[in-house]
T-cell receptor, first 116, second 108 residues
């Protein structure tokens, strides 16, 4: 299957700082990538759809200025959590469809963010 | 938005037993996938199944898109099958939404 890599896998930061998480499709190109957030013992919640060359599409209730998404190339999308607060602590996972936007979805390893 | 419900939410099995997990969705979808989330959070692709039936070893899945449900069958369960199983659907808007999940525990 296709490979999606996410970095960093774990990050601890102080309240008020910004954290950037990278998502790369290693062996395929993706014009669309998805960012999810998962709380303990809960399902994955779609945060936004990252679109290469254009603005991301955010789900209702997700703060655009808090979670900045940039799809810089066909293999890289980044999520920046700005002015992080303890309530932003969570597991963030990215995904990308292989073989076009209608293709099978593959996931990164996830990034666990802890804001102190 | 679309609702994706899974049942049962929790399941405990004796090793060797069989089980059926269900995924119901409230609207038409263009695709459906099943995933297994391991204890480290990694999502493992199980099936890419917009319709019909597929089998992979002890696992098989069936999607009946017209009736808006999918089933995941696990036969002869093993302790390594433990974890959370999710279905995810792709909508006409090309977004993927996850189901509520089934937490499976297989005891020896």
């Amino acid at each position: 299957g296709a490979v999606v890599s996410q970095h960093p896998s774990r990050v601890i930061c102080k309240s008020g700082t910004s954290v950037k998480i990278e998502c790369r499709s290693l062996d395929f190109q993706a014009t669309t990538m998805f960012w999810y957030r998962q709380f303990p013992k809960k399902s994955l919640m779609l945060m936004a759809t990252s679109n290469e060359g254009s603005k991301a599409t955010y789900e209702q209730g997700v703060e655009k200025d808090k979670f900045l998404i940039n799809h810089a190339s066909l293999t890289l999308s980044t999520l920046t959590v700005t002015s992080a607060h303890p309530e932003d602590s969570s597991f963030y996972i990215c995904s990308a469809p292989s073989g076009g936007n209608a293709g099978e979805l593959f996931f990164g390893e996830g990034s666990r963010l802890t804001v102190l | 938005g679309i609702q994706v419900e899974q049942s049962p939410p929790d399941l405990i099995l004796q090793e060797g037993a069989n089980s059926t997990l269900r995924c119901n969705f409230s609207d038409s979808v263009n695709n459906l996938q099943w995933f297994h989330q391991n204890p480290w959070g990694q999502l493992i692709n199980l099936f890419y199944i917009p319709s019909g039936t597929k089998q992979n070893g002890r696992l098989s899945a069936t999607t009946v898109a017209t009736e808006r449900y999918s089933l995941l069958y696990i036969s002869s369960s093993q302790t390594t099958d433990s974890g959370v199983y999710f279905c995810a659907v792709r909508t006409a808007g090309n977004q993927f939404y996850f189901g509520t999940g089934t937490s499976l525990t297989v005891i020896p």
